[in-house]
């Protein structure tokens, strides 16, 4: 009886230090058993794999704005920073295989540039993260008309065939998709630059009585941010097998919308990427039914924005009541 009171007990603090995570998961479930009983083409092979390639782009930008987020900012530049990285996929995966990786590097160096500027503009300058990041997704929004004004172009085949690959139901990305959540996880939680993001997002007046250099961990996260919005929009230009100055702007609200949901807040020093997978997931599942059930386009937009409330809504009154 005795053992028995003490698994309860800590079945019970576990769900109470992690409520979020189980809130979110639970309705995860819940919605995906829904879908598959509900709707047939639902659970065809065909959905399924156009399911797991919309989570994964919009997992990693989601997993980049996770960290601005924890420092109780914000990166509204990702998605002009996907819109980019595939204008620059097209425009420099032209010449000979031996610069694809060049290429790519160039591709990751251009996010995480802009991630730097918005991490020297919030962390010394002292601006408004909002400010920042919206004037570079202005700017880079510019960036992306420049080098391909109309979308176009093609990736080469042997481009697509390395990541592309399919294992069973699996194609290439989902695998990439698991290797970044697990090195971000590695990195939040087991590297002293991960746990300072967290102290410096928490309260950064103590982090930096406790020896945190506040200034570097915002940097810190804001290149991390920039540099897997990049790495998002070469998943999107594979996908769309072209470039487009644009197809980044969609992803902006989803990818906030995923955090929240995932506990991750506005108060920073909370939350983190396994509750960001997890409303990536809701938010995708979400929206592949709503398109299933011929809901429209606008209604579908609403749906949306009501998650994102209700999100910004609960966790608004948890910070207030606790």
Known sequence: MAEFSRIKNSIRMQFMSNKPLFIIYG???IMFISGLLVFPVFRSRINISFLMNQAIILG???????????????DMSVSS???LSTTLAVVLLRGPVWTFPLAFIAIMAAGAAVGYINGL????????P???????????SGAALFVLPVPGGFLPENVLNFFLFEVGVFQGPVFFYVAIIIIMYYYLHHTVSGRHIYAAGGDKERASLTGVRV??????????????????GIFLSLRINSGAPRVGEPFLLDCITAVLLGGTTFAGG???????????????????????????????????AVVLFVAVVAYTMKRRYT
């Open 121 to 128: 503009g919030v962390a010394r300058l002292n601006m408004e």
């Open 60 to 74: 990693i930008v989601s997993l980049g704005q996770t960290i601005p987020i924890l420092l109780s900012g914000l």
């Open 81 to 83: 920073v996907m819109s």
């Open 27 to 29: 309705f995860l479930v």
């Open 130 to 140: 909002i400010i920042v990041t919206l004037s570079t997704m202005i700017v880079i």
């Open 215 to 232: 200034d570097r961990a915002i940097v810190t996260g804001y290149v991390i941010s920039g540099l897997l919005a990049s790495v998002a």
């Open 270 to 304: 909370r939350g983190g990427i396994i509750g960001t997978v997890g409303g990536t997931l809701v938010i995708t599942v979400l929206a592949n039914i709503l398109v299933i059930a011929e809901v429209h386009t606008y209604y579908q937009y609403i749906a949306r």
